[in-house]
């Protein structure tokens, strides 16, 4: 995918490969109720404990019989209402009035929705002969009892718990929550609300991880705006480490960068300086804080730590591609490769080789045919364009400018980037 680099770049593959291997996922469980699971981690492999549906019953509202006597006229012996089953059972010549969800009544075979059916009195004719069988949901068509419905590592869905609650469970076990410390960097960042200094920004990417974040199955402690002073950054990074499971920090993890947070990282913990062949997001740091005596890194108390590019586009960018997959491989989850379609570029792409692109696109899909366009101003410091776009244009490592008509990679925004 991104085989030809620049030298000394890092590719990203090979970055988030790194993470992963480094990572260990938390085992810690609690039982949880239902209500409560949503984006949560599964503890545990989900059997089904019954049948769904429970029993034989009408897809129809119509009348039950048995399918040797649709020719004849039939007799209505009772009804079979959803959650009032007819006791009784059907002979030679009989029908039961059947609704939605009502069990087939023993002896029944067939259900005729009402539309096919003359009624008179207590007797009716068929005038669509149904097919054997026809209109009757199968117990356990839906789930079966004793097969796996989800298995330990699944994040939950609304569509899972409404599928749980179907089988009856209303508690789960789930894997704890990761505790993330979220802080950001520079003397010139200033808190939304706050009254605007010339050569101050507002500070966007606190605000925009911890919107992410929300996403995740995490408990975010929010460490604030740090300014660029090695005292403040010092028991800044302490107080994170004290509380978190990771640290997501931006800002300060450039190359050459005038501020202080590397020196203070490297006091206090092992952390990797990575230059990654990606666009945004070049600069990256990862690593463990907290030592043991003997120099080792604490892998099983530590705390990490992903250094972030402060520039927000870089930062939403390199949260999306390197933190989402490591805080859910953490937080015990497996997740999957991303999909990729392919897309007509509307229009020239341009590029530098040498790094993988996540350029911000907008796709559609006109009359069958895929086709994305750059969602404006390309830079990493530019926000606007990427609350617009709907994907990345993914431009391989080894390719250049992108010409109009050229077909590139696409990955449409999931919901841990939206
Ligand atoms: P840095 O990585 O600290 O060198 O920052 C790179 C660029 O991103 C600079 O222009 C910063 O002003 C900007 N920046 C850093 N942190 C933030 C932030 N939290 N919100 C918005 N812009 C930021
Ligand atoms: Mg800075």
């Given at each position: 995918m991104d085989g030809c680099v620049q030298p000394g770049l890092l590719p990203v593959h090979e970055a988030l490969a790194r993470i992963i291997g480094a990572l260990k996922p938390i085992t810690v469980t609690e039982n949880i109720a239902l209500a409560d699971s949503l984006d949560r981690v599964l503890a545990e492999n989900i059997i089904a404990?019954?049948?769904?549906?429970?029993g034989d019953n009408s897809a129809m509202d119509g009348y039950a019989l048995r399918h040797c006597d649709a020719r004849q006229e039939l007799n209505v012996i009772g009804d079979a209402f959803a959650g009032h089953p007819f006791s009784g059972e059907i002979g030679a010549g009989q029908a039961v009035r059947i609704m939605t969800g009502g069990l087939v009544p023993v002896g029944a075979d067939t259900v005729v929705m009402q539309e096919n059916v003359t009624r008179n009195g207590n007797k009716i004719l068929i005038n669509t002969i149904p097919d054997i069988g026809e209109n009757i949901r199968r117990a356990g068509e839906d789930i079966a009892l004793g097969s796996l419905v989800l298995s330990t590592g699944h994040l939950l869905s609304a569509l899972d718990i409404g599928l749980l609650a179907s089988l009856g469970i209303n508690r789960l076990n789930v894997f704890r929550r990761i505790k993330i410390a979220l802080l950001t960097t520079g003397d010139e960042l200033l808190a939304p609300g706050a009254a605007y200094h010339a050569g101050k920004i507002y500070d966007s990417n606190r605000p925009l991880l911890q919107a992410l974040l929300k996403r995740l199955p995490v408990e975010v402690h929010d460490l604030g705006i740090v300014p660029d002073n090695p005292h403040a950054l010092r028991t800044a990074f302490l107080a994170a480490q004290q509380c978190a499971d990771i640290v997501i920090s931006t800002g300060g993890v450039s190359v050459g960068d005038a501020d202080y947070t590397k020196d203070i990282l490297a006091e206090l913990g092992e952390i990797n300086f990575w230059k990654i062949?990606?666009?945004?997001?070049?600069p990256f740091a990862f690593g463990l804080l907290g030592e043991n005596e003997s120099g080792?890194?604490?892998?099983?108390t530590g705390c990490w730590f992903c250094g972030l590019p402060g520039n927000p586009v870089s930062t939403a960018v390199t949260y999306h591609q390197l933190v989402v997959p490591a805080v859910r491989y953490l937080a015990g989850e497996n997740p999957g490769e991303p999909l990729v379609i392919k897309a007509i570029a509307a229009k020239t792409l341009k590029k530098q080789p040498g790094r993988l692109d996540f350029q911000r696109g907008i796709f559609s899909a006109n009359n069958g045919i895929n086709v994305v366009s750059s969602a404006?101003?390309?830079?990493?410091?530019?926000?606007s364009g990427m609350a617009k776009a709907n994907c990345y244009i993914r431009v391989e490592a080894e390719r250049g400018t992108v010409a109009e008509g050229e077909m590139v990679d696409v990955i449409l925004f999931d919901r841990f980037i939206r």
């Open positions: 404990p019954i049948n769904v549906p429970g062949a990606m666009k945004p997001g070049k080792n890194a604490l892998r099983t404006g101003l390309q830079s990493s410091g530019v926000l």
